[in-house]
């Protein structure tokens, strides 16, 4: 056999060699690895030991619990630690658990002269109300001052004597003005009982089902209005909502004579502060 091959025997020869896998050169002349000796070559490497066959358990889930935050509890500590009115007002602004502050445009705190010997407590801010941040300034106030004038009272009075307060359940208006629903009244019932504290009127005045719910743990205006009882350590009139005597113009007969009681009440304890 010639010991040179012209050059296509040597390319045939280098693709047969990449074919079999061949495609780098270890050392300047190859191998012929069937002439070896069954001991492996020193150039192999040692299998790695073999790992026991079994499997290592599975990671448990880290379980982070979230905290339960008790939002009445947080209502009961922010409201105690008011002083007054204005700090109060500024305790409801910052207070983060009632999810009706997000769809809100504005806070509703109160309206009328604090100290005032009547406040009146309504159920939650409509439309109006909520765009200009004071209770009661819609169709339905409008119809509270009405009727309160036909007894000598008015939310700008000057004179405590004759005055009013006003403020409601909820400071923030329920999204579709839908209904305030028992978490938020709970959740709000500590700022209520703390604002009647420091307003300190000598009558309360509930009006509508949500506010005799709040502070009388009872619902069923219709058989509630029109009986003296008592709240917050007050004498309290439940009376039917103004929005209520828009829909049904019968009942505003009822209506007036709870007001004729209210303005009674006020007569006989005249001066008793």
Aim: net charge neutral; charged share 25%.
């Amino acid at each position: 056999m010639e010991s040179h091959m012209d050059h296509r025997s040597a390319r045939a020869l280098l693709e047969w060699y990449i074919d079999l896998g061949a495609d780098e050169c270890i050392q300047d002349s190859p191998i012929n690895r069937y002439e070896l000796p069954d001991a492996a070559p020193v150039s192999v490497r040692k299998a790695a030991p073999a790992l026991p066959d079994t499997k290592p358990a599975p990671a448990r889930p880290r379980v982070v619990a979230m905290a339960q935050v008790d939002t009445v509890a947080e209502a009961q500590r922010a409201a105690r630690s008011a002083p007054d009115l204005a700090a109060l007002k500024a305790a409801l602004a910052a207070f983060p658990h009632c999810d009706l502050r997000r769809g809100a445009r504005n806070l509703v705190f109160a309206d009328g002269q604090p100290g005032a010997r009547v406040m009146i407590v309504g159920e939650a801010p409509g439309r109006d109300e909520d765009q200009e941040g004071r209770p009661f300034v819609g169709v339905a106030g409008q119809l509270l001052d009405r009727m309160l004038a036909a007894i000598g009272l008015a939310r700008d009075a000057a004179e405590p004597d004759q005055a009013v307060y006003i403020t409601n359940v909820l400071p923030w208006r329920p999204t579709q003005n839908r209904d305030p629903v028992a978490e938020e009244i709970a959740m709000m019932r500590p700022f209520v009982e703390r604002h009647i504290a420091l307003a300190k009127p000598e009558v309360l005045i509930l009006m509508g089902n949500h506010a005799c719910d709040a502070l009388l743990h009872r619902k069923g205006i219709l058989r509630l209005r029109g009986q003296w009882t008592e709240a917050a350590g007050l004498p309290v009139m439940p009376m039917t909502h103004p929005a209520y005597l828009l829909r049904n113009p019968a009942a505003k007969r009822e209506a007036w004579a709870d007001l004729l009681d209210v303005r009674a009440r006020l007569d006989q304890t005249r001066g008793a502060r």
